[in-house]
């Protein structure tokens, strides 16, 4: 079974800094996708960023990129020009391409912005 | 066009009670899955249906079942409720799994079901 870790519990950042976002998780597919999702107080996940596993180059949106690393399983993500509202929990979560494509999330970092 | 829409928002039930979480899945999506997400916790596959049937299953037990209507609205049962079934229950709605494909899913806000 797939495992996702996530081992920093809380973060905090000071608005307009840098902050990364570390992820491990465990597998013995070869074929799966990787995503970071938000969830604001709202509860709603929001999708963040996402990354398959089959490409080599990083994926970015905007302020937000990822530094996959397939070999050392490692899926971290790098929050630049933080902003208030990037204020949340973040979730790293697991894709299998086999399996119903369900998704395995880690335990979540709490990210702070400060003003 | 609508989102994922889950209702209620809010639930509170008594211990070895029935409880029927409902979720309208976005439009032109047909497959909808379950999680339940405990409080400071990540969220936890339950289970996923589309075609109007159960086609995976996590690690919860038959306590918690399941429906998938013609509409592709679904519906989540918990019998017997206990206070650990105490969670976010999230509804997420994708088109069918295709091998080779990531089909996108957007997530409802949420049941929050507090049992006592």
């Known amino acids: 079974a797939q495992t996702v870790t996530q081992s920093q519990p809380e973060m905090s950042v000071q608005e307009a800094e840098t902050v990364t976002l570390s992820c491990t998780y465990d597998?013995?597919?070869?074929?799966?996708?990787l995503f970071w999702y938000k969830q604001p107080p709202s509860r709603q996940m929001i999708l963040v960023i996402r990354q398959e596993a089959y490409k080599q180059q990083n994926a970015t949106e905007n302020r937000f990129s990822v530094n996959f690393q397939k070999a050392a399983k490692s899926f971290s993500l790098k929050i630049s020009d933080s902003q208030l509202g990037d204020a949340a929990m973040y979730f790293c979560a697991y894709r299998s391409d086999n399996y119903g494509q369900n998704f395995v999330f880690g335990p979540g970092t709490r990210l702070s912005v400060l003003p | 066009d609508a989102g994922v829409t889950q209702s209620p928002t809010h639930l509170i039930k008594t211990r070895g009670q029935q409880v029927t979480l409902r979720c309208s899945p976005k439009?032109?999506?047909?497959?909808v899955s379950w999680y339940q997400q405990a409080l400071g916790q990540g969220p936890q596959f339950i289970f996923q249906?589309?075609?109007?049937?159960?086609?995976q299953r996590g690690n919860f037990p038959d306590r918690f079942s399941g429906h998938q209507f013609p509409n592709y609205s679904s519906e989540l049962n918990v019998n017997a409720l206990l206070l650990g079934d105490s969670a976010l229950y999230l509804c997420?709605?994708?088109?069918?799994?295709?091998?080779?494909?990531?089909?996108?899913?957007?997530f409802g806000q949420g049941t929050r079901l507090t049992v006592v």
């Open positions: 997420a709605s994708s088109l069918k799994p295709r091998q080779g494909k990531n089909t996108e899913a957007f």
């Open positions: 597998t013995s597919e070869s074929d799966y996708y």
């Open positions: 249906y589309y075609e109007e049937e159960e086609r």
């Open positions: 439009s032109g999506h047909d497959t």
